[in-house]
């Protein structure tokens, strides 16, 4: 599946919260922190900007895959 361009930040943190079991912990200056402990512990911290970078969006992508076991395609199922 096609990664989207001119993703906006604020919106990639919410799908993770939404479906993956992550919770918005804080903000700390300009990125906004998630935390999860399912399965285990993981913190990624998401850039707010207006548009990511598509490297950005698919590094954010690919921990979130890789902490739940499923693949890239299915968390982008969600972006869609």
């Not at 992550?22 to 548009?51: A, C, F, M, W």
Request: glycine share 4%.
């Amino acid at each position: 599946m096609k990664v989207p361009r001119d993703f906006d930040g604020r919106v990639l943190a919410d799908i993770p919260c939404r479906r993956w079991s992550y919770k918005e912990v804080n903000q700390t200056g300009s990125h906004i922190i998630l935390e999860t402990q399912d399965p285990s512990h993981q913190r990624i911290s998401i850039p707010p900007h207006k548009s990511l970078k598509i490297g950005t969006l698919t590094a954010i992508l690919r921990l979130v895959a890789n902490h739940k076991s499923v693949s890239r395609d299915e968390i982008l199922r969600d972006i869609q």
